[in-house]
């Protein structure tokens, strides 16, 4: 199983970034597991950013980011993306995507909860 995680970079204050996750593997599909973006800045505990359900019907964000970042998903290509707008410097950090293999159709905001991790992309904010 691998989740890899894309899109980060470099962006001004208010700008836009759309992250993209990727999972592959022989038998791993994403529709089975709520999936998760966490985010580590230098010298801080990765945190938790936003998740979705299984098949999307619930999502969930951290206080910092709602109303900023929305988190969707498309099954059929096994990819989950974090779209990230009105970007602040607080938001730099290195995103990564988990994968929760969980059955009911809820999504939780626990790293702990999460068993596969992606690498991380990382995303710069300028002021």
């Known amino acids: 199983v691998q989740l890899q995680a894309s899109g980060g970079g470099l962006v001004q204050a208010g700008g836009s970034l759309r992250l993209s996750c990727a999972a592959s593997g022989r038998t791993f599909s994403i529709s089975s597991y709520a999936m998760g973006w966490f985010r580590q800045a230098p010298g801080k505990e990765r945190e938790f950013v936003a998740a979705i359900s299984r098949i999307g019907g619930s999502t969930y964000y951290a206080d910092s980011v709602r109303g900023r970042f929305t988190i969707s998903r498309d099954n059929a290509k096994n990819t989950v993306y974090l779209q990230m707008s009105s970007l602040k410097p607080e938001d730099t950090a290195v995103y990564y995507c988990?994968?929760?293999?969980?059955?009911?159709?809820?999504?939780?905001?626990?790293?702990?909860?999460?068993?596969?991790w992606g690498q991380g992309t990382q995303v710069t904010v300028s002021s």
């Open positions: 988990a994968a929760d293999r969980i059955l009911s159709l809820v999504a939780r905001t626990t790293l702990g909860e999460y068993e596969y």
